[in-house]
């Protein structure tokens, strides 16, 4: 009786905490909060739209939970700007994701750290991405689009059902493949391509418990680095720390230089900058560089393919929309598709970005 009495105690005391801060919010349900259904009936991101909608001008935010954990659900543009740009150094951390730079390293990407271990990656990673180093990108992008073309071209055809969606994840997965991982995935061609397998293994084929587990350690993040859990698949981890160590090796051994994501962080590895610029940036570990790669493959694996797919889908039931973009590339790129033509179509960047479609653009 006494335990429970204190069990009861703590979740009155969390779910008390917005009111004790003068917020108002929807009354929370033991053990959801306000998540009731996700798992079962709905998708995370269906409920807070929902919570979104039957909040809105109610006042600037609400304060709501996801189970014990309070947040704030912001429903004001300005406000939204203001947190996300002029006070961004209050705000840094997305407050979402469970890392464990001890027991799960890969976890210990940009997305999920905090604070200043997050400023300080962020600070060695900009550089990595700025115009210039992304343009050098282009070439390895075309190869893959090449190759998408000839895998497409049969089925075509033929006329034969295409499956965008597959099509689609296994052009990101070569991509990022060829960017992140620097080697050639090729899985348009292979049907079962243990890159492309692990991809989807982690990311779409989550099991039941996994996904629990998942959501339960960004909630319960210091209970679950006490108990060293781990969420990514160890199957999956070892195949991509493989693959990572043995480019790395490699490279190191050979001199090879391909100008890509690795290449890259190994020179920050090696001399704490990067070659064409003089700011001393630090250096990296191998944990760090592996979390970083697997980062930019989650953060791009599925939410790449499904704009594409949702793009492409808006595009066929608007023929009139798909003439004006086919009209734009054709006199952007005249003979070749160069990084600066693409960047001049901004009427394609406008149908991406959905604001020419009936599709909201697709966030990760």
């Known amino acids: 009786v006494l335990l429970l009495t204190l069990c009861w105690i703590l979740v009155r005391k969390k779910y008390g905490f917005w009111k004790r801060l003068g917020v108002s919010g929807p009354k929370p349900q033991f053990p959801f909060g306000n998540l009731r259904g996700v798992g079962t009936h709905n998708h995370s991101s269906q409920v807070i739209d929902k919570l979104y909608h039957s909040c809105k001008g109610q006042d600037l935010m609400v304060g709501i939970y996801f189970f014990l954990k309070p947040v704030a659900l912001v429903l004001d543009l300005n406000l939204a700007h203001d947190i996300l740009v002029k006070d961004f150094k209050v705000f840094p951390d997305h407050g979402m994701f469970y890392y464990n730079e001890r027991d799960d390293p890969l976890t210990a990407h940009l997305f999920a750290l905090e604070g200043d271990k997050w400023k300080q990656l962020r600070k060695k990673l900009s550089p990595a991405f700025s115009t210039a180093k992304i343009s050098t990108m282009f070439?390895?992008?075309?190869?893959?689009?090449?190759?998408?073309?000839?895998?497409?071209?049969?089925?075509?055809?033929?006329?034969?059902?295409?499956?965008?969606?597959?099509?689609?994840?296994?052009?990101?997965?070569?991509?990022?493949?060829?960017?992140?991982?620097?080697?050639?995935?090729?899985?348009?061609?292979?049907?079962?391509?243990?890159?492309?397998?692990?991809?989807?293994?982690?990311?779409?084929?989550?099991?039941?418990?996994?996904?629990?587990?998942?959501?339960?350690?960004s909630i319960y993040t210091t209970l679950a680095r006490f108990l060293r859990v781990k969420i990514v698949v160890p199957e999956a981890s070892n195949f991509y720390v493989g693959i990572l160590r043995e480019t790395i090796k490699h490279r190191e051994e050979t001199g090879t230089v391909r100008k890509d994501l690795i290449d890259m962080m190994m020179q920050i590895r090696r001399d704490g900058k990067l070659e064409d610029s003089p700011e001393v940036l630090g250096s990296m570990?191998?944990?760090?560089?592996?979390?970083?790669?697997?980062?930019?493959?989650?953060?791009?694996?599925?939410?790449?393919?499904?704009?594409?797919?949702?793009?492409?889908?808006?595009?066929?039931?608007?023929?009139?929309?798909?003439?004006?973009?086919?009209?734009?590339?054709?006199?952007?790129?005249?003979?070749?598709?160069?990084?600066?033509?693409?960047?001049?179509?901004?009427?394609?960047?406008?149908?991406?970005?959905?604001?020419?479609?009936?599709?909201?653009?697709?966030?990760?």
């Open 139 to 217: 070439p390895l992008l075309k190869i893959v689009a090449h190759q998408l073309d000839e895998a497409v071209a049969v089925p075509a055809a033929n006329c034969s059902v295409i499956d965008v969606v597959e099509y689609a994840s296994r052009y990101t997965t070569d991509i990022i493949g060829n960017y992140a991982f620097g080697i050639d995935c090729n899985s348009l061609n292979e049907r079962e391509n243990m890159f492309y397998r692990m991809g989807r293994r982690i990311l779409t084929e989550m099991r039941t418990f996994e996904l629990i587990k998942f959501f339960v350690c």
């Open 285 to 364: 570990t191998f944990n760090e560089i592996a979390a970083q790669v697997f980062g930019f493959f989650i953060a791009n694996f599925e939410t790449s393919a499904l704009t594409i797919t949702a793009c492409l889908y808006e595009l066929s039931l608007q023929p009139q929309i798909q003439e004006l973009a086919h009209d734009e590339i054709v006199k952007c790129a005249q003979e070749e598709i160069t990084y600066e033509s693409l960047m001049g179509m901004k009427y394609l960047s406008q149908i991406i970005n959905g604001k020419d479609t009936y599709q909201r653009e697709i966030f990760f």
